[in-house]
């Protein structure tokens, strides 16, 4: 059984199917969404986003977002995301870099420093 899934983010149409399955990663850690689940709305963190279909295994970074799951419908908005493919590593090597030039020196705003660290460090994870 499969359920369908929309992704968008505010640059594009992510992703319009069906699915066998996610896992994404919440704000308490990883979850699992199956057919049949009991409706719910959370936010989305940093984090790795993998999407079954057809026993395929198909994965992408995201940076965070909603997801609304209800009546076998599940809808993300994504601040953004990306398939591997589609990650330019040179410029989150770069972003990666900067950032921890930044929270090593302290300088300007730590919170975003600390957020754009991890965003590059996703980026590059599910580039590999």
Do not use: H
């Not at 992703?15 to 850690?29: A, L, R, W």
Request: glycine share 6%.
């Amino acid at each position: 059984m499969q359920f369908y899934l929309k992704i968008v983010s505010p640059d594009r149409l992510f992703f319009d199917g069906y699915v066998d399955s996610i896992v994404v990663k919440g704000t308490e850690g990883d979850f699992a969404v199956l057919p049949n689940m009991a409706p719910f709305v959370t936010k989305v963190a940093i984090g790795k986003l993998k999407i079954t279909v057809d026993k395929n295994d198909k994965y992408a970074a995201i940076s965070g977002g909603y997801i609304d799951i209800r009546n076998n419908k599940v809808t993300m908005v994504a601040n953004a995301c990306e398939w591997p493919e589609e990650i330019d590593t040179e410029r989150a090597e770069k972003a990666k870099a900067r950032a921890l030039k930044r929270l090593q020196n302290k300088e300007g705003d730590v919170f975003r420093a600390e957020i754009a660290l991890k965003k590059a460090i996703n980026r590059l994870s599910i580039s590999k």
